[in-house]
Nanobody, 125 residues
Framework: VQLQASGGGLVQTGGSLRLSCAAS????????VGWFRQAPGKEREFVGA???????SYAEPVKGRFSISRDSGRSTVALQMNSLKPEDTATYYC????????????????????WGQGTQVTVSS
């Protein structure tokens, strides 16, 4: 599946952004969609995911601040980011894996087959 991530930008500390991941030509209903981020000089880091059954999972640094949802048509997945901090600055990527990933595989980039191009999020202090 082809993915298109959008919605990044520059925001002040404490602000909010909403990222979107759109699937080209198909629904996400049979996929687990994950969000990852990568800051310069750092490894790609798991942010959160929504499974094919609609259940979600988040990394500890973003719990309570970020949320992932899927639209009713199931062709777009959103990452709502609130209370943003400078350490959230990174390029954010969405990724998709067919089926429902088990918890132990959610945070592993290799579990995902398709990736979007990334969108830059910069949080100023």
């Amino acid at each position: 599946v082809q993915l298109q991530a959008s919605g990044g930008g520059l925001v002040q500390t404490g602000g909010s952004l909403r990222l979107s991941c759109a699937a080209s030509g198909r629904s996400f209903s049979s996929y687990t969609v994950g969000w990852f981020r990568q800051a310069p000089g750092k490894e790609r880091e798991f942010v959160g995911a929504i499974r094919s059954d609609g259940s979600t999972s988040y990394a500890e640094p973003v719990k309570g601040r970020f949320s992932i949802s899927r639209d009713s048509g199931r062709s777009t997945v959103a990452l709502q980011m609130n209370s943003l901090k400078p350490e959230d600055t990174a390029t954010y990527y969405c990724a998709a894996a067919l089926g429902r990933l088990i918890t132990s595989r959610l945070s592993t980039p290799k579990s995902y087959d398709d990736w979007g191009q990334g969108t830059q999020v910069t949080v100023s202090s």
